[in-house]
């Protein structure tokens, strides 16, 4: 298997794009302006004690007030909570972890009113991005991630992923980290760190070691509600999850994403920076990897995947329905056969849907009704194995006699959703449309517009593919026309994301010029 990342950064957002085989298997969009949430560390402060929850609401500069709950403490939370406060009144130095006071762990059936008061000031790390109407969800078991461990102050054990299944080696990242782990501290071994030599995992042992001292200088430092240690950005965060042998390219098309992009994977794989290549096409680069229309085709209530069979899929508060449906095949080989057929080649998209759109919580789904119980445990084993890359935890129970299969999948941010309908791309949901042989005499006025009453001299026209193989045909061509009469400074670019008769028009530093604004600034300043 063959994978590739496809990193889309445009001044408003960044666009990180999966791709196995070249089909499109994950999808993430982040705002330009948003923070990487989860793993964010916080110094917050406690402002109201929910008994009934067992829970506090913690301030963490949010609009929303943050969750923590009992359970979210964490064993060791006696022990890190009173050396904050020592770090917190020593304001000359910080206090060596090996001198920390070993207090009891918390009770498993405690009451978080015992441990935390209002107004107090308390070190806390997202664990879940505000979803919905909730804000963000609490842990006070700081970790700190790396490529191949995970660093858990006062923890003082280690850990092995569940991932890694043979008992050899397991016992030897046990042996290895406990024989180079400072004391004071937990770590786990992730799943990458499978067959890591010493040295390796011991210089990043002690990089995240030192990253932890920089949070608690920060701490030291800290006055009130204050964001003590943020995450990296998520294209980084992505490859140091998922980064593998398995990787032939990374392409980026912004120079300061892709200086960062390269540097991080020389960090971790210096035989291997050339993986990370500069786009600079002036095509899009979604629609030059064939991304823009696989999202087109994956995303909206009906997927179709096979033969004419298709899914219809549902969000709502609670959870996520997945129905599959046979569609229009007509293969006579039984009933039986069939719906185990399609069921199976559903199981497989199902899979890939869920880690496309990110699902969270509870998702049913429900197959075509299959009599035999050796299917249905076919479909299972299918869909469990289809899962097996998925590196968000999840839960997968058999299927009932209904056929209906459930399955959980934690929630760490709100799911994706994009709206793949378009306007009626004549008439744009009017219902009256002007004549289509107009349209490009439309966009030569457009372009008159800008270059003669704006004085934009350098700019970007993106119109339907369509539309610019007409524009483009002849010579001279149409195209080549109005680069002649008002400058080399414009380009005409054709876009998979525009309906038929869309058009939008950008700065040269990328940004979407709105005519119809800068035509009531005009008029306004008249």
């Known amino acids: 298997m063959n994978s590739e990342l496809i990193v889309d950064v445009k001044p408003s957002q960044i666009s990180i794009a999966l791709l196995e085989d070249k089909r499109l298997v994950e999808l993430d969009e982040e705002g330009r302006e948003e923070k990487y949430a989860v793993g964010n560390i916080y110094l917050g402060r406690v402002k109201k004690i929910m008994p009934g929850l067992n829970a506090a609401f913690v301030d963490v500069g949010y609009e929303k007030d943050a969750f923590l709950h009992?359970?979210?403490?964490?064993?060791?939370?006696?022990?890190?909570?009173?050396?904050i406060g020592w770090v917190q009144s020593n304001r000359k130095r910080i206090p060596p972890m090996s001198k920390a006071k070993q207090l009891p762990e918390i009770e498993k059936h405690g009451q978080l009113g015992d441990l935390l008061k209002t107004g107090q000031e308390i070190l806390v790390q997202i664990s879940k991005e505000p979803i919905s109407t909730k804000g963000p969800r609490l842990t006070a078991e700081i970790s700190i991630a790396g490529r191949f461990l995970v660093l858990i102050p006062f923890a003082d054990?280690?850990?092995?992923?569940?991932?890694?299944?043979?008992?050899?080696?397991?016992?030897?990242?046990?042996?290895?980290?406990?024989?180079?782990?400072?004391?004071?501290?937990?770590?786990?071994?992730?799943?990458?760190?499978?067959?890591?030599?010493?040295?390796e995992l011991n210089n990043e042992l002690k990089i995240l070691v030192k990253r932890w001292e920089e949070t608690l200088v920060k701490v030291q430092k800290a006055k009130g509600v204050t964001l003590i240690?943020?995450?990296?950005?998520?294209?980084?965060?992505?490859?140091?999850?998922?980064?593998?042998?398995?990787?032939?390219?990374?392409?980026?098309?912004?120079?300061?994403?892709?200086?960062?992009?390269?540097?991080?994977?020389?960090l971790i794989a210096p035989t291997r920076?050339?993986?990370?290549?500069?786009?600079?096409?002036?095509?899009?680069?979604?629609?030059?990897?064939?991304?823009?229309?696989?999202?087109?085709?994956?995303?909206?209530?009906?997927?179709?995947?096979?033969?004419?069979?298709?899914?219809?899929?549902?969000?709502?508060?609670?959870?996520?329905?997945?129905?599959v449906n046979s569609g229009n095949?007509?293969?006579?080989?039984?009933?039986?056969?069939n719906a185990l057929e399609v069921n199976l080649a559903a199981a497989d998209e199902i899979a890939r849907q869920v880690r496309l759109r990110d699902m969270g919580g509870i998702i049913v789904v429900d197959f075509i009704?299959?009599?035999?119980?050796?299917?249905?445990?076919?479909?299972?084993?299918?869909?469990?194995?289809?899962?097996?890359?998925?590196?968000?935890?999840?839960?997968?129970?058999?299927?009932s006699k209904f056929g209906l299969l459930q399955m959980t999948r934690q929630r760490v941010r709100p799911s994706?959703?994009?709206?793949?309908?378009?306007?009626?791309?004549?008439?744009?949901?009017?219902?009256?449309?002007m004549p289509s042989m107009l349209f490009t005499d439309q966009l030569k006025d457009k372009i008159n517009y800008?270059?003669?009453?704006?004085?934009?001299?350098?700019?970007?026209?993106?119109?339907?593919?369509?539309?610019?193989?007409?524009?483009?045909?002849?010579?001279?061509?149409?195209?080549?026309?109005?680069?002649?009469?008002?400058?080399?400074?414009?380009?005409?670019?054709?876009?998979?994301?525009?309906?038929?008769?869309?058009?939008?028009?950008?700065?040269?530093?990328?940004?979407?010029?709105?005519?119809?604004?800068?035509?009531?600034?005009?008029?306004?300043?008249?």
């Not at 050899?168 to 501290?185: A, C, D, M, T, V």
């Not at 095949?329 to 056969?337: D, F, L, M």
């Not at 007409?470 to 149409?478: C, F």
């Open 450 to 526: 800008l270059y003669s009453k704006l004085n934009v001299k350098n700019f970007t026209l993106y119109i339907h593919p369509y539309v610019y193989a007409y524009i483009s045909r002849g010579v001279p061509s149409l195209k080549m026309k109005w680069k002649l009469k008002y400058g080399m400074g414009i380009k005409v670019l054709p876009s998979q994301k525009l309906g038929f008769l869309q058009y939008k028009f950008y700065d040269k530093k990328g940004e979407e010029i709105d005519l119809q604004e800068e035509k009531e600034k005009i008029s306004s300043k008249k």
């Open 229 to 266: 240690r943020e995450e990296i950005g998520r294209t980084v965060g992505i490859i140091r999850d998922i980064f593998n042998s398995s990787f032939k390219n990374i392409f980026v098309n912004d120079k300061i994403v892709f200086n960062e992009v390269r540097d991080y994977v020389e």
């Open 70 to 83: 009992y359970l979210d403490l964490g064993n060791n939370f006696n022990t890190l909570n009173c050396f």
């Open 329 to 337: 095949r007509s293969k006579a080989v039984g009933q039986e056969t």
């Open 369 to 399: 009704d299959m009599r035999k119980g050796e299917n249905r445990q076919k479909v299972y084993e299918r869909m469990r194995n289809n899962m097996g890359d998925d590196r968000t935890k999840h839960n997968i129970l058999p299927l």
């Open 273 to 323: 920076k050339n993986i990370v290549k500069f786009y600079k096409d002036d095509i899009p680069i979604f629609d030059h990897f064939g991304i823009t229309k696989q999202i087109q085709s994956a995303f909206g209530k009906t997927v179709s995947f096979k033969s004419g069979a298709y899914l219809i899929i549902e969000h709502t508060e609670a959870m996520h329905v997945i129905d």
């Open 416 to 433: 994706i959703d994009i709206d793949v309908e378009e306007t009626c791309p004549t008439c744009f949901g009017k219902g009256r449309a």
């Open 157 to 199: 054990k280690v850990f092995v992923s569940q991932k890694i299944k043979t008992n050899e080696e397991r016992h030897r990242l046990k042996q290895l980290i406990r024989s180079i782990k400072p004391k004071g501290f937990g770590v786990i071994a992730r799943t990458v760190a499978e067959g890591k030599k010493v040295a």
